[in-house]
């Protein structure tokens, strides 16, 4: 899926994919990562997304893990924006609002029932307000957190290269 990235220093944009990632595609800890993206890739039922730059797409943004629970709910296990995109002094700006907007996305495509648009996910506790009040998750006790269908509506809005109709 087509994104649109932001530089942060100029707020120019650079366009982006986010697509399946592959075994080899596994960024490590040795490069500054935080999870060990391998052996999340070996999780049962774990789907994995790189966002990467049309420019240079060997060079991984951000990295996505999904799965789905009881073949009805999305979880989102795991987002990392690539170390070179860390805070302020990051290159892109809106990474982690990118795969959280295409995770909403593959809610609508895999969630069923009452769990279609819903996407699920832990927070860690000190992110649990940058959640909130920048991407519009609901906070539901404890580190467990969600994105109802509205919430993901905007944010692929937003974030995604999508014609989204007004409901």
Not at 68 to 97: C, H, Q, T, W
Not at 153 to 159: F, P
Request: charged share 25%; net charge neutral.
């Amino acid at each position: 899926m087509k994104i649109i990235l932001r530089e942060a220093r100029t707020g120019d944009a650079t366009e982006a994919l986010i697509v399946k990632a592959g075994t080899k595609d596994m960024p490590l800890k040795k490069d500054g990562w935080n999870f060990t993206w391998r052996s999340l890739s070996k999780t049962e039922g774990a789907m994995l997304y790189k966002l990467i730059t049309v420019d240079n797409p060997e060079r991984l943004q951000g990295m996505l893990m999904l799965t789905l629970i009881d073949e009805e709910m999305l979880f989102m296990n795991n987002i990392e924006v690539s170390p070179s995109n860390y805070r302020s002094e990051g290159k892109f700006e809106n990474v982690a609002g990118g795969l959280i907007a295409y995770a909403c996305y593959k809610s609508f495509e895999l969630g069923k029932q009452h769990y279609l648009g819903y996407l699920t996910f832990d927070s860690k506790t000190k992110l649990i307000e940058l959640y909130q009040n920048k991407y519009g998750a609901t906070f539901a006790m404890g580190q467990k957190m969600f994105f109802d269908p509205q919430a993901g509506k905007a944010l692929m809005k937003k974030y995604l290269s999508l014609n989204l109709e007004e409901e």
